[in-house]
């Protein structure tokens, strides 16, 4: 369980709430005149992705989820598609035997032939004696549970047509009129019931007529009756888990029959459709779990199911608002919108729905007691997705998990650190069997299985780094929480078993004497040899350095506050003293490697080096004032040389420029993002779909108007010219403060922290910076000049 410090008390938000909008009011009304405050009224327009013409594309459907159970729903009404997910729906197994026998009796050899730069030699024998073979494709992926078919009859005159995502409920509806008759479809996700719900109406007695059908495979086994739709299949020819689906369905009026192995209902006045799944990952008998859970809701009423399912998601969703100035007052699709941008306008709407889009996919996809978001939350199409929809611990499971804690949703974090610790079972066979190593380590990919081998090709398979930089989002947790037995019970022990890899793993460069990590890449990057080969494995690359810098401190700083493990953080510390310093290259760039080596693709998707800018903080303007312009440079000759060009990569870009304070270039980049790698619906493109670079753009945008790191808050950081005015109200600093803030003119208005912890809180807007110990609970509300005005 997590610590409940992150949450405060309805009374404390009600009271915070209504005094910064009564402060807030009556402050900007002393300060800007009322011609002013008319130019800058902010759009109230509804959270909608919205359309007015239907899809035949899985990636433009619109995505409901409660964290286990995930639908796209797309299609038109005469044949509408809804793509079932369940997380666990996965083939292969645990394999204990993916490490290569004897793989650690050729690690000395390795990094002798790096040390002495024969780097494709090196290669060789990685690429013989370490790395595993990728698995054929659909060994071990990621699968839809199946395709839920529903054809309509008689709709041969559809007007008015429209379907919505409505974020603020996390409700799906499709509306449309056929002679006169006007049908609604409403579909949402449940948590709190476990089940997804769809209901069908129209507004005229007996005009439902539907064929139903599920499809997924010759091995799926599928019965149809009178009132459900069950099938069920051990996937991946029984190498998989076993799973059991229902789709119930409930009618008023009309009649209902099976035909052709479809469930057909006939002149229906009303009809309502539950979806359960269950897979043997968690319940040994998926069957008896999937039918209790549909029994527990049975004679629960439809409002009942819709009421707790909203408010269950709105606790967490409501938690956080966000306005920025809007001078467009039309209420157009958002394909229309979204193209208006790509054809070079800009819309700050757009943006506000993208932003709250990607808390709305959070919420969807990673729920306590769930699996992590993967690649693409929990929607793949089909049986062989996009790099399997696995997890991608190079950079793209932790993007994922940026935006948790500071934009309010703790709670949705929890799957990604609990699945860190679960790493360790694997991870340590790996450790000693590929590294003859202590502790765990993990590479650049596994899966619901935990796997931690290195496979595949050296150039992103070499790479140890994954639980290393998974353990950073342990201690960030407890930075925002501070709950001291989260830290000592769950953390703390998973940070240091990770540390203490890297304690055996390090090795002395002998022209420097200093410490290293190697064979390693930076991801998933080539340098230049000498000869002019490409050339991928080092020893030192600058990532490793300063992932492995970030976790040793983190395990010393969590070892003081626990008042425990001394011994080992002074080896921890020894370790730091001799570990090489962050190089600035000739050209005035971030060094990638240890060395000044050549880059092979200037333009790399991958800027792996700018870790310690973002998401760690060991480059600041006002710490290392040298690696700081040394970023800047790094990242400008990324992008001159073509860099961003994924979804992925151009979110993290904007995290970047926001720690520069660099507003206006993040907002380029915003803008970039929205015109070359978001999809009508507005979901994150690699190409393909890629759903890191949706959860990406929502950090990118808080940091761009609150940081906390280096111990201070700092506000406004890096606002843009476009956002003018606005406000936001809910985001969180590290040591548990809440703000709420509103700005105008480009100048901060006003601001409402409450402290949940009681910390000392150091606050900063632009050069004025001001300290003050709070109390706990404590509501404090600032002026512009951040002087205390309640």
Known sequence: MMSKKTHISKTSVALKTLLSFILLVSFISCKITNQELNNQQLTKSPLKIWFKNPTDKWNQGLPIGNGNLGAMIYGDPNKEIICL???????????????????????????????????????????????????????????????????SAGLDAIMNYTRELDISKSVVTTKFENEGVQYTRDYFSSFPDKAMVYKFTANKAGKINIASWVARNEKTKIVVNKDRIEFSEHVGNGHGVKFHAIVHFETKGGTTEVKDGKLVITNADEVLIKVVASS??????????????????AQVPYEELLDRHVADYQLLFNRLSFQISENKTDDIPTDMRLNKVKAGETDTYLTQLQYQFGRYLLISSSRPGNLPANLQGIWADGFTPPWNSDYHTNINVQMNYWMAEMTNLAECHEPFLEYIGNLREMGRITAKKTYNSRGFVAHHTSDIWHSTAAFGKARYGMWPMGAAWACQHLFTHYEYTEDTEYLKNQAYPIMKEAALFFVDFMVEDPKTGLLVTGPSVSPENNFLTK?????????????????????????????????????????LKNKIAQMPPLKIGSDGRLLEWVDELEEAEPGHRHISHLYALHPSNQISKSKTPELFEAAKKTIAGRLSKGGGHTGWSRAWIINFYARLLEGDKAYDNILALQRKSTLPNLLDVHPPFQIDGNFGVVSGI??????????????????????????????????????????ASGKLMTVSISSKLGNTLKLRYHDTVKTMQTKKDEVLIFNGALEIIN
């Open 702 to 743: 808080t940091e761009m108007l609150m940081q906390s790191h280096n111990g201070e808050v700092h506000l406004l950081p890096a606002l843009p010219e476009a956002w003018a005015s606005g406000n936001i109200k809910g985001i969180v600093a590290k040591k548990g403060f809440e703000i709420d803030m509103a700005w």
């Open 280 to 297: 043997d990952y968690r319940t040994p008998n998926p069957e008896t779990a999937t039918k209790n859970t549909l029994n527990s809701i």
């Open 531 to 571: 000869d002019g080969e490409k050339a991928t494995l080092n020893m030192g690359p600058t990532m490793d350095r300063e992932i492995i810098f970030e976790l040793f401190n983190n395990c010393i700083q969590a070892a003081a506050i626990l008042d425990i493990d001394k011994d080992f953080s002074a080896i």
């Open 85 to 151: 997910n369940e997380e666990t729906i996965w083939t292969g197994g645990k394999d204990y035997n993916r490490d290569k026998i004897d793989a650690g009796k050729y690690i000395d050899t390795i990094q002798e032939l790096l040390f002495a730069e024969a780097y494709m030699d090196a290669e060789a024998l990685v690429q013989d004696k370490i790395l595993a073979d990728r698995l054929p494709a659909g060994e071990s992926t990621y699968q839809m549970l199946g395709n839920l078919f529903l054809e």
